[in-house]
Every structure is written in structure tokens, then in C-alpha cells.
């Protein structure tokens, strides 16, 4: 919004003392505020706030007239008016001092021409809401949606943001073959950049996994994983592997698999027994978009998450693993013998492990 001030002398009346004794005329005196007007005079009159121009009584020209002259030929007095004529035309000539505030209105423009100083703040306007939409269009930090965070787990006891550029000391990248002796897995499969860790999928089956070791008995774990869509061949996993290597009597829980080659549809497997018993589940959900997996182990079940909400569970103690257990991270070839492979990929953004009993934040 603009405003322009305009000066104004309220009430204040300027008057200008115009000492025409011999030319007849006004003048301006220069100690007079900008804009005041000169008022004419007539000569010897005093002119000021309140006061009327009054001829003195000593201004008589009979007084000053030679004795010699009779009074009468000093006369008549009405000339002495008629003597003072000209300063009743000092107006017209005073005309252009009269116009000397209208050539100082810029001086009374200059407000004006400060305004696009008083629109400053306005023009910064553009880089708070600039600030504002930076800070939308880079994910913020998303909504916490961890099961850890819904049903109260405490501080973590191990964690990793994928914050360097590299795999931490953590982690025990696998080096040899692969699933089932199909394809192979190798450490150079993995790239760590933006506080997010890849696992990639080449079309010769080379691919990578990875051990979070050692484990513990009981407890949870949870992983925010992103799968984008894949080749057939590619399946990515989250699961726990039996610290001591006896698999399958030592079990294997595998808290998502996606092996839908569309990342639509991810499985639940609980591997037990010598024999590989099983037992599965699975859910609808777009698992390229990021997700929070997450699992539960207790002496009396086991219940997978995503999101912060229960999708399976088992209390069937009989499947539950007999001993410690470790998060590893795999992206796993199953050659489908199809034509050409195309490469492939899972992302991780943080992993965490919690113990059974919450640790507190304080």
C-alpha cells in the first residue's frame, strides 16, 4: 500500500514585511518557510498574524511640506492614496514569487519518489515463500510411519543412516556365489550416495548381499526400503539368518520378499525345521514407493509391519527360530531363463535393531 504526505502549515498565517518606501514593492524575506506567499504592503504599514495594514498618523505628507506652502496647496490629502497606487499593483508584479511553491513541488514529491524503498520488504516477499516451497519439494523429512514409533520401541541398540559413501564396518558384504549357486554375489554391487544405500542387479546375475551379524535372540528390527519395478529374475529381501550358519534348522524369516516383478504384491516366509517347513503370507502394496518394513520376535511369536501397522503374525511356536538371528540385506538372482535380463535394483535409506525390552530415550 502507498501513502504520500503533503506538508501543510495549519494555521500558521506567513507573512512578508514588503518594504516598498520607494519602489513600490514587495519583497519576499528569505527567512520565510518554502511555500508561504508574499503579501504586499503598503509602504510604512507593519503587516502580521492578526494585524491590518494601517497607514501611521506620521505619514501625513502635510507634515513634511516647506512652511512657506499654505496648507491647502499640500493638499489635498486624497492624493497621498494616489501616491500609493503603485503598491496596489504590486500583486501582478509579485505574480512570479507567488509560483515559487509550485516550482518546489518535486521537493514535495519526494516521498513519492522513496516508495520503492517502502516496497522493499515486499520484494523480498519471493525468497520466504521460495524458502517455503524448498523445503516441500525436498522431502522434508517424511512422516514418521515406523512400527518402532507406533507401538513405542524405545532408542535403537544399532542403526545405520547411510549417511558416508561408502558401507560402514557394520556390514560383512557377501563375496561368492550366488542364491542357490545361480549368478554371483559380489561386493562392488553396492553404491552409498545421499543418505541412501543401492544394491544393484546386473544382467549377468551379479548382484549383492549383505550381513548385519551378530544378531540377537528376540527383538526387532525394522528397514525403510524402496524396490523399483524389475526384471523377473530379481528378487529383493529383507530377512533373518541364523547367527550360527545351521540353515534351515536354525531358521531364516524372511519379513519382505518382493518377487513380483511389478512391486505390487510382497511375501512373508517363515522358514523352520530340517525339513524347510514354511509358512506365508503376503500384501497388496507398492513397494516402489518408500516403505517402513519392519519385524517382531518374541519368545511366543512373530509378527511382520509395514507402515507402522501389523500385516501377519504367528504364535505357532513350534516355527519360531531356536537361536540368535541377524538382519541381512540381499537382492537375490532366480534366473528365469526368459530372454534378456534386465539390470535391477533395491534402495535402503536407514536400518534399525531394537532390543525386546525398549531401551528409554532419556
Known amino acids: 500500500m502507498r501513502f504520500v504526505r503533503s506538508g501543510v502549515l495549519g494555521g500558521v498565517v506567513c507573512s512578508i514585511v514588503a518594504t516598498a518606501m520607494i519602489t513600490g514593492s514587495a519583497v ?6 518554502a511555500g508561504c506567499v508574499p503579501v504586499a504592503v503598503a509602504p510604512g504599514a507593519v503587516a502580521g498574524p492578526g494585524a491590518t495594514a494601517q497607514a501611521p498618523p506620521a505619514l501625513a505628507p502635510a507634515t513634511q511640506a516647506p512652511p512657506a506652502q499654505t496648507p491647502p496647496a499640500e493638499a489635498p490629502p486624497t492624493q497621498a492614496p494616489a501616491a500609493e497606487a503603485p503598491p496596489v499593483q504590486t500583486p501582478p508584479v509579485q505574480t512570479p514569487p507567488v509560483q515559487t511553491p509550485a516550482a518546489q513541488t518535486p521537493a514535495a514529491q519526494t516521498p513519492a519518489a522513496q516508495t520503492p524503498a517502502a516496497q522493499t ?17 525436498a522431502g522434508c523429512a517424511p512422516a514418521d510411519t515406523s512400527a518402532a514409533t507406533a507401538f513405542g520401541w524405545g532408542r535403537p541398540n544399532r542403526d545405520d543412516e547411510f549417511d558416508g559413501t561408502a558401507l560402514s564396518g557394520q556390514w560383512e558384504p557377501y563375496d561368492g ?4 549357486g ?27 548381499g549383505m550381513a548385519w551379524a551378530p544378531g540377537q535372540r528376540y527383538g526387532r528390527w525394522e528397514a525403510r ?10 528378487h529383493a529381501v529383507l530377512l533373518l ?5 545351521n540353515w534351515p534348522k536354525g531358521g531364516e524369516v524372511d519379513f519382505m520378499e518382493d518377487s513380483d516383478p511389478s512391486r505390487q ?6 522358514h523352520y525345521g530340517a525339513d524347510n517347513s514354511q509358512l506365508h503370507g503376503d500384501v497388496r502394496i507398492d513397494a516402489t514407493q ?19 501397522k501389523q500385516w501377519w503374525t504367528t504364535d505357532d511356536t513350534s516355527a519360531l527360530p531356536p537361536g540368535p538371528m541377524h538382519l541381512t540385506v540381499q537382492l537375490d538372482w532366480f534366473p528365469e531363463g526368459k530372454g534378456r535380463v534386465k539390470a535391477s535394483e533395491m534402495q535402503v535409506d536407514w536400518v534399525r535393531q531394537y532390543p525386546l525390552d525398549p531401551v528409554s530415550d532419556r
Open 28 to 33: 519576499a524575506d528569505p527567512g520565510a518557510p
Open 121 to 137: 520488504p515486499a520484494a523480498q516477499t519471493p525468497p520466504a515463500g521460495d524458502g517455503a516451497v524448498d523445503g516441500a519439494a
Open 177 to 180: 556365489p550366488g542364491h542357490n
Open 182 to 208: 545361480a549368478g554371483r554375489r559380489s561386493p562392488g554391487a553396492f553404491a552409498v550416495q545421499d543418505g541412501v544405500l543401492t544394491v544393484n542387479g546386473g544382467a549377468d546375475g551379479t548382484t549383492g
Open 225 to 234: 526400503v524402496r524396490s523399483p519395478a524389475a526384471d523377473p529374475s530379481y
Open 241 to 245: 539368518w541364523p547367527d550360527a550358519e
Open 265 to 270: 504384491d510382497t511375501d512373508m516366509f517363515l
Open 290 to 308: 518408500w516403505h517402513d518394513w519392519a519385524v517382531e520376535w518374541t519368545p511366543d511369536h512373530i509378527t511382520a509391519f509395514v507402515d507402522g
